[in-house]
């Protein structure tokens, strides 16, 4: 039968434009934070990390921003390019262990 | 620098085989993870290493999986007998964790599809 795949949210920007990715995080244990770029038939890559002790890191052309009260992580992408598009995941991870859990990711289109 | 290496990178196989998947980690980290990855339920850790012991195999779907770490540069995740809802993409990870966490590197991952 036609299996049933995850309905990824999409973000859709015109190149240049600034892009905002979000992601609800669910245990308030976690400490540790990392945004990963998925690029079709490749593995995640690292972009930014940030500790719980911050609510705020930026990169270069990045900006991460935590809100713990809520729960939520954002990733600002400035000027965004053509090769930007691929899939973000937020991961989180704490309670001294190094295992990250991956959310369910979102597509980000750049249309040129 | 040579990142985390993975093989096979594809392996197409019949229902009832044993698939064996491999990982090098990058020299240095002491942390490995095993992750699968498929349209249905997105990225899910199976195992994960901490100087080449397991310390969490919760995410290990059942019996028929098995992964070992013989030692600091080499491990392998096992299944048997395949099942095509065992078809993924399958990445190894791994870190240096100072013990609070720390960046993971992935591989590019095995592409499994179990006929």
């Known amino acids: 039968g036609e299996s049933v795949g995850l309905h990824l949210p999409t973000l859709s920007v015109q190149e240049g434009d600034n892009s905002i990715i979000n992601c609800a995080y669910s245990?308030?244990?976690?400490?540790?934070f990392i945004w990963y770029k998925q690029e079709s038939g490749k593995g995640p890559q690292f972009i930014i990390d940030?500790?719980?002790?911050?609510d705020k890191r930026q990169g270069q052309r990045v900006t991460v921003l935590l809100n713990k009260t809520v729960k939520h992580l954002s990733l600002q992408i400035a000027a965004t390019q053509p090769g930007d598009s691929a899939v973000y995941f937020c991961?989180?991870?704490?309670?001294?262990?190094?295992?990250?859990?991956f959310g369910q990711g979102t597509t980000l289109q750049v249309k040129p | 620098d040579a990142g985390v290496i993975q093989s096979p990178r594809h392996e197409v196989t019949e229902m009832g085989q044993e698939v064996t998947l491999r990982c090098k980690p990058i020299?240095?980290?002491?942390?490995l993870f095993w992750y699968r990855q498929t349209m249905m339920r997105g990225l899910e850790l199976l195992i994960y290493?901490?100087?080449?012991?397991?310390?969490?195999d919760s995410g290990m779907p059942e019996d028929r999986f098995s992964a070992k770490m013989p030692n600091a540069s080499f491990s392998t995740l096992k299944i048997q007998p395949s099942e095509p809802r065992d078809s993924a993409v399958y990445f190894c990870?791994?870190?240096?964790?100072?013990?609070?966490?720390?960046?993971?590197?992935f591989g590019e991952g095995s592409r499994l599809t179990v006929l």
């Open positions: 990870a791994s870190s240096f964790d100072s013990g609070d966490g720390g960046e993971l590197f």
């Open positions: 245990n308030s244990a976690s400490d540790y």
């Open positions: 940030i500790r719980s002790n911050m």
């Open positions: 991961a989180e991870a704490g309670g001294n262990t190094g295992k990250l859990i």
């Open positions: 020299s240095g980290h002491n942390s």
């Open positions: 290493f901490n100087n080449n012991v397991p310390i969490d």
